[in-house]
């Protein structure tokens, strides 16, 4: 592997790394999603069941989740005090606003980047 490579793949990790930091620490907004009765108590345990359940395996880089499984991981949370009606709106809207599509967006600019070192 030549050193350009080698500076782009570590600078894409550096990238991927940062935006998992963000996303963990900074959990989707439940507060202007109405799904159930009881939105006010889901609320209040969403950042703690974000952290629980999402969060830290987002920080794992021991088994880190896959870029694009992101949302497969918090469709099978189970997010102890969030009604199941407000998950499935949080859900809606991560997929909306593509909340984990970054990711993505950097593992194809690295693609890119080195079909381009190589001319592949």
Request: with cysteine; aromatic share 10%; net charge negative.
């Amino acid at each position: 592997m030549s050193g350009k490579a080698f500076v782009v793949i570590t600078k894409a990790q550096d990238a991927l790394i940062y935006e998992r930091s963000q996303r963990a620490f900074n959990p989707p907004p439940i507060s202007n999603i109405q799904a159930c009765d009881c939105h006010i108590y889901c609320a209040t345990h969403w950042a703690k069941g974000w952290w629980e359940e999402v969060a830290r395996q987002l920080l794992d880089l021991s088994a880190p989740v896959a870029v694009g499984e992101e949302l497969s991981c918090m469709q099978s949370a189970t997010f102890s005090g969030i009604s199941p009606a407000c998950k499935d709106a949080i859900l809606q809207l991560m997929i909306l606003q593509n909340y984990f599509g970054r990711g993505e967006k950097i593992l194809k600019a690295v693609e890119e980047g080195i079909c381009k070192l190589y001319e592949l």
